[in-house]
């Protein structure tokens, strides 16, 4: 095993001077990169008074030179004694909760407190600091917060602190259970449990526990399939034909949606769609915000219309809430008045309700469409899937909303549905003969029955 040091260096480099700062990577991994703890030591030195290989400042360059090098072998004692004072106690260990840990020991040793840790790290303490650190979009911890709202909830509902020891299979089901109480979607109750997984795992990797249910095949994340609409091509059409230049609001956020439905791009990589990704060869190439990984669409017909009525700029996306509202306005206009019936699960119940499409039109219902109208005109699928990024195609036919009629009319003319069958050409004199010849076998087959 490596030996854990503090490394020393110069930053912030001015005028022949440089800031002494100490750098220490406990082997903290955070999506994907190494996150490591620095502390500013609060020593500014000449430069050629440093001693790079040393790390320390060399002997008799300046006058102070021994109390600031016993402060550094001082300081780099202290961080690593107090990183594995964490460990030991099972403390959630990552950059911030490590300055936080050295800040509090030292002020309460200057204030004759004890500083022994207090017990150890929650489940809920350890998700609102990943929270915090983990540099996710705003959008993935807009949802961190809010299961950690829910567990907090729940654990006051219940009376007791969540330890990472305690959760097992029982906290599982009535958590679960208790979800449901409160009257919440199978999938909102779903993206709970996703999150809590991703809390048990990252604490996991970061030593804090041993406890891997988070890996129980039954510590499930809840998923139903959600009867989310596509709108048509001809239904997309109504809405590209709509007259809306006296509403610039209006006519941005249907280019936008139709624009989506074109290309299967998500509204995040749209509003990050730059000149630079429109090729002259007439693809998209861009890089997917949620996955990382680049993705080629051709430019048809709708897309080039769009593109070249904004170029160099795009049509622009406002909030998810506001673009969701602005586009029901625009398909009740264009006219997509068809009922449709959508099945929600609340509290472990399954209701119908109906609405008109035009009331459960979304930011989504773009690339859901774009996927779906490429299915139907016989587009295969895994060519679709390297446009959308879907990994299987039971993810991908959870995906696309196909319905029956539809699939029904287009499969009128597949052969198949098509195939004749043709009868074997027989003369006259034949079939009077097979006529008298099946007759003859009737009337032997009831003679033999009278006799049995």
Known sequence: MKTKEVKFYLKNKKNGWGSIVGIFNFGYVEDGHYRFYQHRVGEDIPIECWDKDEQRVKKSSIPDYARINKKLNNLESEIIEKYDEMVKNKMEVNPISLRAYI?????????????????????????????????????????????INVLDKYSK?????????????????????????????????????????????????NKIHENKIFEHRDFKVLQEDVDSIYLTKEELGKMYRLDLSDNK???????????????????????????????????????????KKQVCIPI?????????????????????????????IIAEQAGLLDEVTITHSNGGI??????????????????RSFATNMMLDGVPIGQIMMITGHKTQESFFKYIKIRPNDNAAKLKDHPFFNYHIEEEPQNEGQVGSDKKSNKKNSTNRSKKNDKN
């Open 103 to 147: 800040k509090n020991t030292t002020d309460n040793q200057k204030n004759g407190v004890d500083s022994k840790p207090k017990g150890k790290t929650t489940l809920i303490g350890f998700a609102k600091s990943y929270k915090d650190t983990c540099e996710k979009n705003y959008k993935t911890t807009r949802h961190y917060g809010t299961t």
């Open 300 to 328: 048809g017909n709708v897309t080039k219309l769009i593109l070249k009525k904004y170029f160099p700029q795009l049509p622009r996306i406002y909030s998810n809430q506001k673009f969701n509202d602005y586009l029901k």
């Open 350 to 367: 399954h209701t119908p309700y109906k609405y008109k499409k035009w009331e459960i039109v979304s930011t989504h219902t773009a690339r």
């Open 157 to 205: 509902s219940r009376k007791t602190k969540l330890f990472f020891d305690d959760i097992d299979m029982t906290f599982y089901r009535n958590f679960v259970k208790y979800l449901e109480g409160e009257n919440l979607r199978i999938n909102t109750i779903g993206g709970h449990l996703k999150n809590l997984k991703v809390f048990l795992r990252q604490s996991f990797n």
């Open 249 to 291: 609001t209006l006519e941005q956020t249907r280019d936008a949606f139709v624009l989506g439905a074109f290309t299967g791009l998500r509204f995040s990589d749209i509003q990050n769609l730059k000149p630079e990704n429109i090729g002259i060869d007439g693809i998209i190439k861009t890089t997917a915000i949620k996955t």
